[in-house]
């Protein structure tokens, strides 16, 4: 069993920062793949980025185009927490975002059927 905590949401002017944080108990941060979606009104959750556990144990991670120079994904084993900090925000970056945990191995990163347990998620809203 793992649970997900997220907090950090919240609202900003279009270009401003946020940094979303995702505590987990029951496991440690390191031994699963962390992986944070979104999901505006009326849209499907889509992925956003994840920290991806590989079978030798070393880790990479990954990023929709939309994001990819504007947000980072990190964990700090220290404080069992996930991270993504959000940079240069857009009005279309508003939705829930979520994390999630996949305990298993090789999943695809980016579906959300691949993880097992979700937090409830902390609501970005980004103004123009």
């Known amino acids: 069993q793992v649970q997900l905590v997220e907090s950090g949401g919240g609202l900003v002017q279009a270009g401003g920062s946020l940094r979303l944080s995702c505590a987990a108990s029951?496991?440690?941060?390191?031994?699963?793949?962390m992986g944070w979606f979104r999901q505006a009104p009326g849209m499907e959750r889509e992925f956003v980025a994840a920290?991806?556990?590989?079978?030798?144990?070393?880790?990479?991670?990954e990023y929709t185009d939309s994001v990819k120079g504007r947000f980072t994904i990190s964990r700090d084993n220290a404080k069992n927490t996930g991270y993504l900090q959000m940079n240069s925000l857009k009005p279309e970056d508003t939705a829930v975002y979520y994390c999630?945990?996949?305990?298993?191995?090789?999943?695809?990163?980016?579906?959300?059927?691949?993880?097992?347990?979700w937090g409830q998620g902390t609501q970005v809203t980004v103004s123009s």
């Open positions: 999630a945990a996949d305990l298993s191995w090789g999943a695809p990163s980016r579906l959300v059927s691949t993880y097992e347990y």
């Open positions: 029951g496991r440690t941060v390191s031994s699963f793949t």
């Open positions: 920290i991806i556990r590989s079978s030798s144990f070393t880790y990479y991670t």
